[in-house]
């Protein structure tokens, strides 16, 4: 009777224990993955860009998580939070033009950060749906890799509230139907995008609403680029 009240007792305690465990996971609203393929001419406008996400972050209720893969560095992952940002880790040399690899990136950070919805954006290069006579349809760029635009939905663990596109060309019709699974909004152009990108400091609080207004965040982009003079405006 004795062993079998401890065995009771044991069983009791470890279900309580796994009961626990599953409470202190505290779920934010919103985790927003940036995944900077920049290992390429573009390393120094992906380190602009985050000094802006720093700048415009001031959410305590969103987590905004950025994949840096640059040259001449080994990838990290940065939590960015207001005015600073914390390194959360760091990778080993990888090609994060790869789908599967891009793939352990994002579950890596979902399972880090875990929120009752994600945002996803994608910065790099993108070549898109070009004419037949480009042979890929492509976003990002490592060593001259490229992901296809069918690799780089089925990589894609979550499903996001939004996909934002901070690459050329990728507000393409064709790009929207592999991702309509995958996303409910993408925002993207359908033109090349200038170097300097998305005004991060002023899109990303208007990403980190729990409503996020989209055409508001085509017109923050709009007049920021429409506010500048000669050949950038």
């Known amino acids: 009777m004795k062993i079998e009240k401890i065995i009771l007792l044991s069983a ?3 279900l309580i224990a796994c009961h626990t465990e599953h409470d202190d996971i505290i779920y934010a ?3 927003i993955i940036v995944y900077m393929s920049a290992d390429n ?3 120094e406008d992906a380190l602009n860009d985050i000094e802006e996400m720093k700048g415009g972050f001031n959410s305590t209720d969103t987590h905004l998580i950025v994949f840096a893969d640059l040259a001449r560095e080994l990838p990290y992952l940065l939590e ?3 005015n600073s940002a914390k390194t959360i880790k760091i990778y080993p040399e990888i090609n994060s033009a790869n789908a599967s690899q891009m793939q352990d990136v994002l579950e890596d950070i979902i399972d880090l950060y875990p ?3 994600y945002g996803l954006v994608l910065w790099s290069h993108g070549t898109s749906w070009l004419p037949s006579d480009i042979p890929l349809r492509s976003f990002g760029k490592d060593h001259g890799n490229e992901m296809n635009i069918a690799e780089l939905s089925k990589s894609l663990p979550t499903h996001f ?6 690459a050329c060309l990728m507000g393409a019709v064709e790009v929207a139907y592999e991702l309509k699974d995958k996303t409910d909004f993408i925002v993207a152009s359908s033109t090349e995008i200038i170097y300097a990108g998305f005004p991060y400091d ?5 990403l980190s609403k729990s409503k996020i207004d989209f055409k508001q965040v085509g017109e923050v982009y709009f007049d920021y680029y429409d506010n500048l003079d000669g050949a950038y405006r």
Do not use: G, Q
């Not at 509230?161 to 901070?166: A, E, Q, R």
């Open 202 to 206: 002023k899109i990303i609080p208007e």
């Open 41 to 43: 001419d573009l390393s």
């Open 161 to 166: 509230d939004f996909i934002l596109f901070d």
């Open 80 to 82: 960015i939070v207001p």
């Open 12 to 14: 009791l305690l470890m």
């Open 29 to 31: 609203e919103r985790t």
């Open 115 to 117: 929120a009752h919805s």
